[in-house]
């Protein structure tokens, strides 16, 4: 079973960045899909990026152009760049890591999840 263990969410002020991070153990990484999504208060779980096994990226309509989604192999780490933050960025966002080697989706159900972070964008 894959463990995923998230850091960097926090507090920030409207059109600031942070830098979510999330490692992995327990299984190879470097042969699975991984993503991040988000859910807020009152709200639906939301798709925000994916990263398959080779590089291939997918965002969500509304981070596109702020967000950036990365990993390292080697490191066993995913990131989420998230530049010029708002208010309704403001979220627990979670890890997640694809149940299924080789296979890309941004389906959450296809996903195991990390405990999530707490990113707050202030106004």
């Known amino acids: 079973q894959v463990q995923l263990e998230e850091s960097g969410g926090g507090l920030v002020q409207d059109g600031e960045s942070l830098r979510l991070s999330c490692v992995s153990s327990?299984?190879?990484?470097?042969?699975?899909?991984m993503a991040w999504f988000r859910q807020a208060p009152g709200k639906e779980r939301e798709f925000v990026a994916a990263?398959?096994?080779?590089?291939?990226?997918s965002y969500g309509d509304s981070v596109k152009g702020r967000f950036t989604v990365s990993r390292d192999n080697g490191k066993q780490t995913l990131y989420l760049q998230m530049n010029n933050l708002k208010p309704e960025d403001t979220a627990v966002y979670y890890c997640?890591?694809?149940?299924?080697?080789?296979?890309?989706?941004?389906?959450?159900?296809?996903?195991?999840w990390g405990q999530g972070t707490q990113v707050t964008v202030s106004s």
């Open positions: 990263v398959s096994w080779g590089g291939t990226r």
């Open positions: 327990g299984r190879t990484f470097g042969i699975y899909s």
């Open positions: 997640a890591a694809a149940i299924e080697m080789l296979k890309f989706t941004i389906d959450a159900r296809q996903y195991y």
